[in-house]
């Protein structure tokens, strides 16, 4: 028997979690670091942030992680579009944060 338990995972399981922890820092990069986020959540389709700062948020970044697109709702407020699939996303932002 080849029984897949924790630490004897088939290689794609493994290659996914180096790809959403890659995709994670890229994420928190797009949205100006760790120090420009103050808040985190997600609706049906969209990761919301609150920044600090605007100015540096980099959409071209956050494009690169499979965005479908940047919306920003106010100077602070910024939603980036992922599709249903977001609240994975936003669980693995919010875990690398510290704050889930």
């Known amino acids: 028997m080849n029984v897949e338990t924790p630490g004897r995972e088939s290689e794609d399981e493994k290659q996914q979690v180096v790809a959403a922890d890659e995709r994670t ?3 928190i990069s797009g949205l100006g670091g ?5 808040d985190v959540d997600c609706c049906f ?4 942030v609150r920044v600090k700062d605007m100015k540096e948020v ?6 690169s992680t499979g965005a479908n ?8 407020d910024v939603q980036v579009i992922y599709g ?3 609240e994975k996303i936003a669980n ?3 875990t690398a944060l510290g704050v889930a």
């Not at 389709?45 to 919301?48: F, G, K, Q, V, W």
């Not at 697109?69 to 602070?76: A, F, K, P, Q, Y």
């Open 34 to 38: 760790e120090a420009n986020i103050e």
């Open 84 to 86: 249903p699939h977001v």
């Open 69 to 76: 697109g940047i919306n920003r709702v106010s100077d602070n």
């Open 92 to 94: 693995e932002v919010k």
């Open 58 to 63: 980099v959409d071209q970044t956050l494009l």
């Open 25 to 27: 820092k890229v994420i």
């Open 45 to 48: 389709t969209r990761l919301r």
